[in-house]
T-cell receptor, first 111, second 113 residues
Framework: RKEVEQDPGPFNVPEGATVAFNCTYSNSASQSFFWYRQDCRKEPKLLMSVYSSGNEDGRFTAQLNRASQYISLLIRDSKLSDSATYLCVVNGNSGNTPLVFGKGTRLSVIA | NAGVTQTPKFRILKIGQSMTLQCAQDMNHNYMYWYRQDPGMGLKLIYYSVGAGITDKGEVPNGYNVSRSTTEDFPLRLELAAPSQTSVYFC????????????FGPGTRLTVL
């Protein structure tokens, strides 16, 4: 099992739609979880941290399921500006990989 | 506050040439990282540093070297460039290693021909 796995997409959704991404991780001892956003040809930027109890930031909701080792990101009322690649990030399971980045899920929001 | 800066933005190298990718941060972060990102792939850690004078290998260190003489700077050296090193290189920094957010520079696009 890969350390962090994501559906690469693309997810093509109309403006205003609700879309959800899942991510699975292999290390049951992982403690830190994040969603990053990466625009085309740009650097990754933190979207939100993921907390055990779940957390919300405006239209974005992140959930953590430790028992099943997956993380989810829900985007409500999608905007054109949400089009990007969303990276699932988990702290690594060995001393030389502080954070492990998934390959990302590509989202295109269409007018 | 510029955050993390990287130079150059673009570079084309010939096989066998060497170069240094520069990275600097002005947030007084102790931890700094170098990643490479190949098309359609995730970020792979090359080297990281937990403070001035201390560096450690990541997942894909072969063909690269780093140094960390100051808190602010973390250059990445490519010796004897190979086509397999064609990639986008990102530098990042964080206050601590695992729990904290990493802040990324804008990247260097390197092509080796």
């Amino acid at each position: 099992r890969k350390e962090v796995e994501q559906d690469p997409g693309p997810f093509n959704v109309p403006e205003g739609a609700t879309v959800a991404f899942n991510c699975t991780y292999s290390n049951s001892a992982s403690q830190s979880f994040f969603w990053y956003r990466q625009d085309c040809r740009k650097e990754p930027k933190l979207l939100m941290s993921v907390y055990s109890s779940g957390n919300e930031d405006g239209r974005f909701t992140a959930q953590l399921n430790r028992a099943s080792q997956y993380i989810s990101l829900l985007i409500r009322d999608s905007k054109l500006s949400d089009s990007a690649t969303y990276l699932c990030v988990v702290n690594g399971n060995s001393g030389n990989t502080p954070l492990v980045f998934g390959k990302g899920t590509r989202l295109s929001v269409i007018a | 506050n510029a955050g993390v800066t990287q130079t150059p933005k673009f570079r084309i190298l010939k096989i066998g040439q060497s170069m240094t990718l520069q990275c600097a941060q002005d947030m007084n972060h102790n931890y700094m990282y170098w990643y490479r990102q190949d098309p359609g792939m995730g970020l792979k850690l090359i080297y990281y540093s937990v403070g001035a004078g201390i560096t450690d290998k990541g997942e894909v260190p072969n063909g690269y070297n780093v140094s960390r003489s100051t808190t602010e700077d973390f250059p990445l050296r490519l010796e004897l460039a190979a086509p397999s090193q064609t990639s986008v290189y990102f530098c990042a920094s964080s206050p601590s290693r695992e729990a904290d957010t990493q802040y990324f520079g804008p990247g260097t696009r390197l092509t080796v021909l």
